[in-house]
């Protein structure tokens, strides 16, 4: 039976700007079973690379809860978050920056090994061997060993950069847009890599991109964001097969199928994207919205399951019931 | 309902003929020569543009694709840049061979380019109708008033109001601003608009809108455009002809349905098989192994070899020769010396075989 | 039918030619640079100078004699003697012990309280920012003669004091390029990398950010190296620095000041040294400034 192993409850984070509050992250609330993946689509501005980093207190969320494991990361005292850490990781989109450009290839994997003390009283040699272990696992040819990252592709950087969440041995890893970046040729490389690294070692991902052909494929289910709010939830073949929110129907039509013939109409949507500074308590994509009606002026429309594991917050497709 | 038309049957406006060659490469070869070394860019590549048609050019980093475009506009940074040879005719005069005077004629008026990032495309203290306007008035013998009436007329032509030509360029979104720049490419309703990556640093639904736009007017204005891009969904989009570069050469040349649906350069083959499909998710992605070429290093033969599923011994070595496949399609490919070969296709297999 | 190479393996590696580490790279630049090489010998020689000087007796160097007073500049006495009859050769031999060393102590520690002020001040922003900007920009609002006077009025006057005074007038200058520097370098994405894995903020800015944002530091220490000895021979000149009899370059200079019309000599030599060194600084700072940054950054 599948075991969660995350539970987001309504994270939200809010930024104090000279002209007003920015709604980042605004009531996210979703659940991972251990071994899956959770896409995260949507385009700038969502808010899912803040959301995923709330999750690792990488940026300290306003309010809400984060249960990993059983326990609330949000809670923890800064002891127990080092500890914590060990199981949760992060690889980034931008292998230019994610990787310290004064440190080798194995000072940037060995670092969280020593840093965490994952191996106590481990002597160099054994450092040394399981830094090799993880260039292996990932694809890291030897004799970069001690390479400089400015010395290598960004497919190889990339790789170090998995290498480097992978050090720690943890369950659960935030994929920040991790292949946008890339060549396509390369990207593939890669997709496929992660995908094996979470066979072997029964990883959880939460693959974080805008590009919804990439996250078709690699996640079981998928969350679409827009402005901070989860608009709609759902296993990723009914959301391609029935998308039901107004904005993952024009999401999805703006797809580009390489494909002679198959671009076809789009959903055009009105108007551009309204500001995330103070947003008033209504339909954030009311203002754009084709199939915009009376029941849309209602406040701002709840996440609610209207098939099996398929959730929608759009007041016309998924009206309130009264007695929630 | 399928496609059936054949991309390249634009109606063009009447006065002019439609088979006049707007765009002619040949053979262009160019290298940046730094201190120990020397990257070889672009080596050899020809194509040919006419009035209206838009050519897809696909390649990933270091393929060649934007030097090869600064080079129509002889923009090439000039150390360390050098044009080696070749020749480039913009609508029948040789770009290379023109004075500065000369070029600074053309550009912007008879051949125009977009950049990627619309972020730094614009000036940051001029109104984006100053911009448009700017344009006009270096081509065109007009006065302020008429070219700004221009750029109010381009602006609306792009899908922005004409009331904002006198806002700044802060005061507008990613894809407005690359609308914008492209209203300050067409202002002077060049014959070639060289497109680099237009819409890569924009959101896909902006993306989407924006390509519509550009191929409404480029309907509008019988523009032609390269388009060049490592997204093959864009050049379904957009593209009559595709050109495939890798390693500073262009290894298969054809109409759209010729590289999309038959397919035969191991590359190209191996650039669709990285694509997830849409269609089926659980499909696996099947990525060309290995890194892309030392353009300082590169072979006398095959550059794409070290990678390539089907290489053999002579590959390396031997000079390549462009095959005829049809007569509008053509590959770089020493396989194709032998009778019969064709490449065999991952997925699908829509071969002609 | 040929082999497929598995993904990490490629074309092969053609980067096996020269693989220099950064260092390697930095002193190839420095080599090239014949500004930089020109500051590099000057230094070296001065050292040497240095060195020799510490055989030098003090009691050599303070002897009066009033046979030798105003002697012109012969084999034995190549800098002429001054209106003591000491030996100016050997007095400013020896005196290079002063001002280098207090030209080097003193950047030293306009370097190191500066960048600590710095990053903190670039790393945290807000209130930690306001103060220290704040207080680094009234430290460097007061011109540095005046407050190097006033710091060896309040001290008293000695060779540490003298250091201490130079040295905090050179603080406003790091904190400014090294706040400037981790502004850029904390926002990159390996230093959240580094939270990532539970480094504290501190650890981050000293392991992580600061060798990072090394290049402009290294530039800047050279050329207030320069400078720290022209401030500390400028206040003993005015009678703060140093006290007499020592005879660091500055003293020197204010000491044979009177005597410039008939023998220049006592006032030239040194001043001549102050500028030499001071040269040597500015040229190998220009050539580091040069072989650090263009050239690391492709």
Known sequence: MAEKILEVKNLKKYFKTGAGTVHAVDGVS?????????????????GKSTAGRCILRLIEPTSGEVIFNGRNILKLNRRELKKARNDMQIIFQDPYSSLNPRKTVQEIIAEPIKFSKIMPGASKADIEKRTRELMDTVGLAERLYNAYPHELDGGRRQRIGI????????????????????????????????????????????????????????????????????????????????????????LLSAILVPKVGANKA?????????????????????????????????????????????FVACHRVAPQKTAD | MSDVITRHEIVAPPETANDEIVLDIKDLVV??????????????????????????????????????????????????????????SVCGSDVLKMSTKQLEKIRGKDVSMIFQDPMTSLNPVMTVGAQIAESVKYHENVTNDEAFKRAEEMLELVGIPKARAIEYPHQFSGGMKQRVVIAIALACNPKVLL?????????????????????????????????????????????????????????????????????????????????????????????????????TKLPVGCAFEPRCRYATSVCRDKRLNNHIVSDTHTVLCARYDEPGFNIDLLRGGENNG | MSKIPNASETVPEAKQ?????????????????????????????????????????????????????????????????DNMGRNVFLRTIYGSRYSLSIGFLAAAISTVLGVFLGSLAGYYGGLVDDIIMRASDVLASIPGMLLGMVIITVLGQSLQNLIIAVGVTGVPIFVRI?????????????????????????????????????SPIIVTFTSSLGLSIIVAAS????????????????????????????????????????????????????????????????
């Open chain 2, 195 to 295: 497109a680099d990556e237009p819409t890569s640093a924009l959101d896909v639904t902006i993306q989407a809108q924006v390509l519509d736009m550009m191929s409404e007017l480029k309907e509008k204005l019988g523009t032609a455009l390269v388009m060049i891009t490592h997204d093959l969904g864009v050049v379904a989009k957009v593209c009559d002809l595709v050109a495939v570069m890798y390693a500073g050469r262009i290894v298969e040349y054809g109409t759209l349905e010729d590289v999309f649906n038959s397919p035969k350069h191991p590359y190209t083959e191996g650039l669709f098989g990285s694509l997830p499909n849409i269609e089926d998710r659980k499909a696996e992605l099947i990525p060309i192994p290995g890194l892309m070429p030392d353009p």
């Open chain 1, 266 to 310: 789009r959903v055009q949507l009105r108007g551009e994207i309204t500001s995330p500074v103070d947003p008033p308590d209504e339909c954030r994509f009311a203002k754009r919205c084709n199939y915009y009606c009376s029941d849309c002026d209602k406040g701002t429309p709840p996440l609610i399951e209207v098939s099996p594991n398929h």
């Open chain 1, 163 to 250: 290498a480097r969440a992978l050090a720690m041995e943890p369950k659960f890893i935030v994929c920040d847009e991790p292949v946008s970046a890339l060549d396509v040729s390369i990207q593939a490389q890669i997709l496929n890599l992660l995908k094996k690294l979470q066979r072997d070692k029964d990883l959880t991902y939460i693959f974080i991109t805008h590009d919804l052909s990439v996250v078709n494929h690699f996640s079981e289910n998928i969350m679409v964001m827009y402005l901070g709010q989860a608009v709609e939830k759902a296993p990723a073949e009914e959301l391609f097969a029935n998308p039901l929110h107004p904005y993952t129907k024009a």
């Open chain 3, 17 to 81: 030619q020269k693989k220099r580490s950064r260092f390697g790279e930095i002193v190839h630049s420095i080599k090239r640079n014949k500004s930089a090489v020109a500051g590099l010998i000057i230094i070296a020689l001065l050292l040497l100078i240095l060195i020799g000087s510490l055989f030098i007796k003090y009691e050599a160097v303070t002897a009066t004699s009033t046979a030798n007073r105003f002697r012109t500049p012969d084999l034995e006495f190549p800098f002429g003697g």
């Open chain 1, 30 to 46: 979703f659940t991972i079973d251990k071994g899956e993946t959770l896409g995260i689509v949507g385009e700038s501005g969502c």
């Open chain 3, 178 to 214: 090294t706040r400037a520097s981790v502004l850029t370098i904390k926002n990159q994405e390996y230093v959240e990398a580094s939270r990532a894995i539970g480094m504290s903020h501190l650890r981050v800015i000293f392991t992580q950010v600061l060798p990072n944002g090394l």
């Open chain 3, 235 to 298: 206040l003993s000149f005015l009678g703060f620095g140093v006290p007499v009899p020592k005879p660091e370059w500055g003293t020197l200079v204010s000491a044979g000041r009177n005597y410039i019309r008939t023998s220049p000599n006592l006032m030239s030599f040194p001043g001549l040294f102050i500028m030499i060194t001071v040269l040597a600084f500015n040229l190998l700072g220009d050539g580091l400034r040069d072989a650090l940054d263009p050239k690391l950054k492709k």
């Open chain 2, 31 to 88: 290298h940046y020569v730094l201190e120990n070394e020397t990257v070889e860019a672009v080596n050899g590549v020809s194509l040919q543009l006419k009035k209206g048609q838009t050519i897809g050019v696909v390649g990933e980093t270091g393929a060649g694709k934007t030097s090869m475009a600064l080079a129509v506009l002889n923009l090439v940074p000039s150390p360390p840049g050098v044009i080696k040879s070749g020749s480039i």
